[in-house]
């Protein structure tokens, strides 16, 4: 949230993935080290700023079921930021 203050009217695109804080796994949100808390300070900070830029998510596309990844991180983007 303080980076993307920081960065206020020069944020140009919003990047989400999650891994185990040491390697970049890409995967599906909340399995790895990020939590519903730091993400939803993250889209109220977004909100705040007046960023309505796209916001991507990065899936490896060997996750044993890519597709359930997706899926999971769209079910949480709904429960904690209230986007579907």
Request: charged share 20%.
């Amino acid at each position: 949230a303080a980076a993307i203050a920081a960065a206020g009217s020069q944020l140009g695109y919003v990047h989400l993935d999650d891994n185990d804080g040491h390697n970049d796994l890409h995967l599906a949100l909340l399995d790895g080290v990020l939590t519903a808390q730091t993400l939803r300070r993250t889209f109220e900070a977004l909100h705040t700023s007046g960023y309505e830029g796209n916001v991507s998510l990065e899936l490896h596309p060997e996750l044993p079921d890519p597709l359930a990844a997706l899926q999971k991180s769209r079910e949480v983007l709904s429960e904690v930021v209230g986007i579907s």
